[in-house]
């Protein structure tokens, strides 16, 4: 089996848009040290509900996500899917 691939980022505008706010109020809180390791400190549920969302498009058009990480400037995520042969 062949697969392709692809890296997709979501900015921080992208995120909000979505519903995921990048506060400590009510949100996904991540932090990212100068040596460029973040990590997540909380997530809410509702925030959860709004990041699942957003991965089930490209779920739905047939994409496996096989990684997923913070960045300071946002989620970078990576995906595959099986190519017809």
Same mark, same amino acid.
């Not at 890296?7 to 990212?32: F, H, K, M, P, W």
């Not at 509900?49 to 990576?78: A, K, P, Y």
């Given at each position: ?24 109020? +009510? ?9 460029? !390791?973040?990590?997540? @400190?909380?997530? /809410? *549920? ?9 991965? +089930? ?9 096989? !990684?997923?990480?913070? @960045?300071?400037? /946002? *989620? ?10």
């Amino acid at each position: 089996m062949k697969f392709e691939y692809t890296i997709r980022t979501y900015s921080l505008d992208q995120l909000r848009d979505a519903g995921i706010d990048i506060d400590e109020e +009510n949100n996904i809180v991540y932090a990212c040290r100068p040596d460029g !390791e973040c990590e997540v @400190h909380a997530v /809410g *549920i509702e925030q959860l509900d709004n990041l699942s969302g957003m991965l +089930n498009e490209m779920g739905g058009e047939g994409w496996e996500l096989v !990684e997923l990480f913070f @960045h300071h400037s /946002g *989620i970078v995520t990576f995906w595959k899917r099986a190519i017809k042969a």
